[in-house]
């Protein structure tokens, strides 16, 4: 079982345009509120630099010049358009059944109108200066904040460009969720990311399609996205769902020293 779901050109021409438009009002209003107001600055064993502006945390790119955006993450709340896809039946129904097909599934199976959210992002790999991002699980930081449940989390990307190789589309392992809590790699300072050394990269798929397709994958699926050097931006909406009533990732706190339990 891949584990993957891909779903080709979901969202209308003009439904990506409204979205685009939403995810650069969202990132605006945040780099705003960064730029004029008192934050909270954290840096990460691996020197990434996080900072953190009512609830939102944007991740700035590490060897970008000047500044750009590599995440932002809470963004629930802050547009309608963004906010109405945790409804939308097209997201809800496909990832019940990504859900409900994974080794730790719940004992009854969810319906679409029992999903939750887990947390709402915005991925960016701006032109030029898009980095990539290592061979990872979702799941050893989700299992730091939220432990057992986070088995039980799944993603839905919206692509708000369309994804090729040049501009650092995602490659995944399929399958690679069956195996649980991948080995991770000794020599990272955050402990997070898998052991290159574990990846079969020969089973590796990279996922290309255009803007308006959806990829919906578990949190232990390994994954990896490739720098962009293109002279176009890819932009990405990442919906992460749980069964409903249960805390989102903004009301939990992250603990490193549950990295232990996965070893």
């Avoid at 979205?19 to 945040?30: F, I, S, W």
């Avoid at 299992?143 to 589309?169: F, H, K, P, R, S």
């Avoid at 409903?244 to 070893?263: C, F, I, K, Q």
Wanted: aromatic letters at 6%.
């Amino acid at each position: 079982m891949s584990g993957y779901v891909l779903l080709p050109r979901l969202f209308t021409a003009t439904e990506v345009e409204r979205l685009r438009d939403a995810v650069e009002q969202v990132h605006a209003t945040v780099v705003s509120a960064a730029e004029a107001g008192e934050t909270t600055v954290t840096v990460w064993p691996d020197g990434h630099r996080l900072e953190t502006i009512d609830g939102t945390t944007i991740h700035w790119e590490p060897d970008a010049p000047g500044k750009a955006v590599r995440s932002l993450s809470p963004i629930s709340g802050m547009s309608p358009v963004i906010d109405a896809l945790w409804t939308d039946g097209r997201l809800t129904t496909p990832m019940a059944s990504v859900l409900n097909s994974l080794p730790t599934a719940p004992s009854r199976p969810l319906e679409a109108a029992e999903l939750g959210p887990f947390v709402a992002k915005l991925n960016f790999k701006r032109a030029g200066v898009g980095s990539e991002f290592a061979w990872h699980q979702d799941f050893p930081y989700w299992y730091c904040c939220a432990g057992d449940a986070a088995y039980q989390v799944a993603t839905a990307i919206v692509m708000l460009d369309d994804n090729t190789v040049e501009n650092g589309a995602m490659t995944l392992i399929p399958g690679s969720h069956l195996a649980g809590p991948a080995p991770r790699d000794p020599r990272e300072p955050t402990g997070l990311l898998v052991d290159p050394r574990s990846v079969d990269e020969s089973a590796a798929v990279t996922i290309e399609a255009p803007a308006g397709s959806v990829l919906m994958f578990p949190g232990l699926m390994v994954h990896r996205s490739a720098p962009n050097r293109t002279a176009t931006d890819r932009r990405s909406l990442l919906f992460c769902f749980q069964p409903a009533g249960r805390p989102e990732l903004s009301a939990l706190t992250y603990n490193a020293e549950r990295l232990a339990d996965l070893a």
